[in-house]
Each structure stands twice: as structure tokens, then as C-alpha cells.
């Protein structure tokens, strides 16, 4: 497969992705306002069939995210393309799907009011994102925004700065991904996916006051860890607290569920049964007819 799927969804129509272009003056590249879905494409080696992951989820949560831009469009709407898009691009590999929504007004002005928005929706190969056998984290100089400053219950492309600084430093000293703290200094989440604990038989979690993203696999992994009987805990997550973790994990579209081995000089333990069980659980959506999640699926 090429670096992109072949068509694309743009100015309101299916088209080649090479002819998917704006303009240089385009608001949302000069201010970041956008907001953007990602969901990965599954396609199941037997049937050849796509498998969606909770994708009425993911619309509504674009939608949303639209909305904090001041834009309205629609859950079913977005579905409705993304079914298009996905049906005009006939693969054989995995892929990602990039939906957008973006102020495509050619003004110089940072407002949101009378400026034009469209909505485009792209593709590419995608596999692994992060080792699954395990990554190296740590805690990130950058402090993940403020809701209060920034919308951050949305996908906003802006907000995303600090996001792309944190994982080009913790690159740069030798670590697969950064650990962001929230201004309260406790921690929030990674550059995009969230972070789960294990201690003892619990889980732990930042709690969607943390200024976390609200991810969509998070809220997977909490369902999936109820069905197994563990105990939930959302809560404020200190930094300490991950050094000292039985078991540690980060969750999201992109990274799925992938342990956590080192946080800075410390090592996690080897062992981590209860993010191996969470791990497979997950893997077995997409690949177990008889798995119990299936509702999540949506299959072309
Ligand atoms: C900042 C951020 N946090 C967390 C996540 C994980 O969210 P999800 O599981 O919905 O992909 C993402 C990815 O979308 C993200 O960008």
C-alpha cells in the first residue's frame, strides 16, 4: 500500500487524495482550528471484511469536538462519509482513518465567528504504533493544558503543540513516550493515550477532571476490566505512584494496550499478568467471532 489510501473525502466529495489540497492561507493551519477522529480500519485477514471500533463513538466525539470549535455537524453525518470513504477504498492491509473538521476560511484573524468550515477524511497503512511487547516512558518538562484554556474534551489540532514537544523530547533522551502531568502536577496522560496503573488487584486511572482526553479505549479497557471483576479507581494519579506500580499501561486508538516496562531510571516489574489479560482481551475483539464485544464492531 501506498503512504496514503487512494481516495479521499473532500469539499464534499470522494476524490483522488492527490487532488486533496488547500490552500496555503488556510485559518486552520495558521491556528490549529481543527478538530480531528482517528480510528483504526481492521481488516480481517479471512473475510476481507472492515472492522470499525466503536465507530458511532468516534463520530459523536468529532461531532463534540466540532461543536467546542463552534462548528455543527453531525454524529450520522460523519458516519455516513466514513462508511463512503471506507467503501472507495478497497485494502487488504490495516489502516488509520483521519476524519477532520477544520476552519477552512482563508481570513487572517483568530475567531471562530464568521469564518467557513468543511470537513475532510483521509487515510494511511497503519500497524503497530508503539512496541507491544513494551516502552520506555518519562515524565515530560511539558504540563498537559488546562481545560480552562484550552477545550481539551475535543481533539483540537492546537492542543496538540504540546503533545508533539513532549514525544520529540522524550525521543530526543532515548524513550519510546512522555508521561504529561496536569497543572495540579498530578499525572494526566501521554501524548496521545491514556495511562492506566496496577496496584495489587486494582486499577487506576486518571479521572476525566485530570484534563485527560476522554479516550475511547480507555473506556474500553474500564468495561472490559469490570467484566474481569477488577476494581476501578479513577482518581488523581501521583507520580510516585508510577514508579512504584505493579503494572503500568497506556491505552488509546494508535498505541491499543501497550505495557509500560521503564518510567525514567525506574523498572516496572516483568510480570504483568492483569495488562497481558487486558491486552489479549482487547486483541480478541478483531479476531474472536465469539468475543463479547462485538457490538463495538462495525463490519463492511
Ligand atoms: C491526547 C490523547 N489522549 C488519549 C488518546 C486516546 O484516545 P482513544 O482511545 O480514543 O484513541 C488520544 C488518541 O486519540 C489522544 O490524542
Excluded at 69 to 76: F, M, N, R, T
Excluded at 103 to 119: C, E, M, Q, T, W
Excluded at 132 to 160: H, M, N, Q
Amino acid at each position: 500500500m501506498s503512504e496514503f489510501l487512494p481516495k479521499a473525502y473532500f469539499e464534499g466529495k470522494i476524490v483522488d487524495f492527490k487532488d486533496a489540497n488547500i490552500s496555503i492561507a488556510t485559518h486552520a493551519l495558521h491556528y490549529g482550528t481543527a478538530a480531528f477522529g482517528g480510528m483504526r480500519a481492521t481488516v480481517d485477514p479471512k473475510t476481507k471484511q472492515v472492522l470499525l471500533f466503536r465507530l458511532d463513538d468516534h463520530c459523536k466525539r468529532l461531532s463534540s469536538s466540532a461543536k467546542l470549535l463552534g462548528y455543527s455537524i453531525k454524529a450520522d453525518f460523519i458516519k455516513k462519509k466514513i462508511l463512503e470513504f471506507v467503501k472507495a477504498n478497497p485494502c487488504k492491509d490495516n489502516y488509520y482513518i483521519r476524519p477532520l473538521v477544520y476552519v477552512s476560511d482563508l481570513g487572517i484573524a483568530p475567531r471562530l465567528h464568521n469564518v467557513k468550515y468543511d470537513f475532510l477524511i483521509y487515510g494511511l497503512p497503519m500497524g503497530d504504533y508503539l512496541d507491544k511487547g513494551g516502552i520506555k516512558v518519562c515524565f515530560s518538562s511539558w504540563v498537559r493544558g488546562e481545560d480552562r484554556s484550552l477545550p481539551l474534551r475535543g481533539k483540537i489540532a492546537g492542543t496538540y503543540v504540546t503533545s508533539a514537544l513532549s514525544k520529540t523530547e522524550a525521543h530526543e533522551r532515548g524513550f519510546d513516550e512522555a508521561i504529561l502531568l496536569n497543572s495540579a502536577g498530578k499525572i494526566a496522560e501521554a501524548s496521545a493515550m491514556n495511562l492506566f496503573i496496577v496496584r495489587g488487584n486494582k486499577l487506576i486511572t486518571p479521572s476525566v477532571n485530570q484534563d485527560i482526553l476522554e479516550g475511547i479505549t480507555r473506556d474500553s479497557v474500564i468495561k472490559m476490566a469490570r467484566d474481569f471483576n477488577y476494581e476501578i479507581i479513577e482518581r488523581p494519579v501521583d507520580k510516585s505512584e508510577l514508579l512504584i506500580a505493579d503494572e503500568a499501561f497506556l491505552s488509546g486508538t494508535a498505541a491499543q494496550v501497550t505495557p509500560i516496562k521503564k518510567v525514567e531510571g525506574y523498572n516496572l516489574p516483568e510480570n504483568n499478568p492483569i495488562t497481558q489479560k487486558l491486552s489479549e482481551e482487547f486483541s480478541k475483539i478483531f479476531t474472536d467471532p465469539k468475543s463479547k464485544y462485538l457490538s463495538w464492531i462495525t463490519k463492511l
